[in-house]
């Protein structure tokens, strides 16, 4: 990232801004990029190309999202101010120049992955760069509702089912992904993406802890497929990775937490031990309001019984996820979806982005 720098293309949209009657300030709410606010040619920013918002099936924005916001990227430092601008990173100029064919005066979105979301137009174009200047101050968008962390036995997950559980988990609304080191995880030469091959030592989940530090060191692999899922979910949130952890380091956060629940096979129903545990104390979901709410998902071969004794000693409820037997990854978003759509029909809430 480059340093914060004033454009004089973005000194003219400001000017233009202020010529046209929107004055100097923020619009105060939801972004659009049908704003008429000036451009570097004195006139609006333009929405951006169609292609930005009607992709192919399963590439563009999910159901839901409203087709008249501009695209978003991710900027690690937004420009603080209007006026003041910034530079992409190379796969976000790209993205904006190839994939959605944007060109100066075009509208956007910079969304920092911890709440801060500005609009912005895009100043100048290059090959792999791109120059966007602030017409607006940035917004602060606060989480709202629980703060789902997604504990699952991912670490022998093949081919690309970690890759689809990570982008999926983001889109849904979890908080943070932590892969769960259990007895019964796969051994430290399986192929993961969360690793590189193993060649560790002989404990299988020491191996597996030190070769996943790989991918989920900062701006690594998947950090920035989260990154990706999350502009194009319209969050304003980035889905924490945290570090691979053993199951018995969690129990005190199992215990802490206002609900945790373990995917268990012949359990009660996941909504009806949801309603249960928001019934406990009298306070409702309103009471897990910016708490990390649990959800454990065993590996491949479950939890062994002495897992799941620790986890509800600690105060998990064991959820039932239906009749069939599901992948890690099934079993993971099914816990997911059910748990973010119980939490938002009781008024719960959601991820503060994009108006979702």
Same mark, same amino acid.
């Given at each position: ?24 300030? $923020? ?14 040619? $004195?006139?609006?920013? *333009? ?29 690690? !430092?937004?420009? %603080? ?7 992409? $990173? ?25 709440? #801060? /979301? ?13 120059? /966007? ?9 606060? =989480?709202?509702?629980?703060?789902? /962390? ?5 670490? $022998?997950? %093949?081919?690309?089912?970690?890759? =689809?559980?990570?982008? @999926? ?8 992904? /932590? ?11 399986? &192929?993961? @993406?969360? &690793?590189? &091959? ?9 191996? !597996? ?20 899922? +999350? @502009? ?11 570090? %691979? ?26 909504? &009806? ?14 009471? =897990?309001?910016?708490?990390?709410? =649990? ?12 897992? +799941? ?15 069939? *037997?599901?992948?890690? !990854? ?21 991820? #503060?982005?994009?108006?979702?």
């Amino acid at each position: 990232m480059l340093p914060l720098a004033r454009s004089r293309a973005c000194g003219r949209s400001l000017w233009s801004l202020s010529r046209g009657g929107g004055g100097g300030g $923020g619009r105060g709410g939801g972004s659009s990029a049908r704003r008429t606010a000036g451009s570097s040619s $004195g006139t609006p920013p *333009r929405a951006a190309p169609a292609a930005a918002h009607s992709a192919a099936p399963g590439e563009g924005r999910y159901a839901g999202a409203d087709p008249s916001q501009p695209p978003r990227f991710y900027a690690p !430092e937004l420009p %603080p101010a209007p006026g003041r601008s910034v530079q992409l $990173g190379a796969e976000e100029a790209r993205h904006a120049a190839r994939a959605l064919r944007l060109r100066p005066g075009d509208a956007l979105e910079l969304c920092d992955g911890r709440g #801060g /979301v500005v609009l912005c137009e895009l100043v100048a174009s290059e090959k792999g760069s791109a120059t /966007v200047c602030a017409l607006e101050p940035p917004r602060a968008l606060s =989480w709202r509702g629980p703060r789902f /962390v997604l504990a699952a036995g991912c670490l $022998g997950l %093949p081919g690309g089912r970690a890759d =689809w559980l990570v982008e @999926k988990a983001t889109e849904l609304g979890a908080a943070s992904l /932590v892969p769960l080191i259990t007895d019964r995880s796969q051994s430290g030469s399986a &192929r993961s @993406k969360f &690793r590189t &091959r193993g060649k560790g030592p002989a404990d299988a989940a020491a191996a !597996e802890a030190e070769a996943a530090a790989a991918d989920f060191r900062p701006a690594g692999r998947l950090e920035r497929l989260a990154a990706a899922a +999350m @502009k194009q979910a319209q969050r304003a949130h980035a889905l924490e990775l945290r570090a %691979p952890a053993a199951l018995r380091e969690l129990l005190p956060a199992v215990a802490a937490a206002p609900v945790a629940l373990v995917a268990a096979g012949g359990a009660p129903p996941v909504l &009806r031990q949801l309603e249960a545990a928001a019934a406990r104390g009298g306070g409702g979901v309103e009471a =897990w309001d910016g708490r990390e709410c =649990w959800l454990f998902i065993g590996p491949e071969g479950d939890f062994t019984p002495d897992e +799941m004794g620790a986890l509800v000693e600690a105060g998990a409820r064991p959820v039932g996820l239906g009749p069939h *037997r599901l992948r890690t !990854e099934t079993a993971a978003m099914a816990a997911l979806a059910a748990a973010v759509a119980f939490a938002d029909g009781a008024g719960g809430g959601g991820d #503060g982005g994009g108006g979702v």
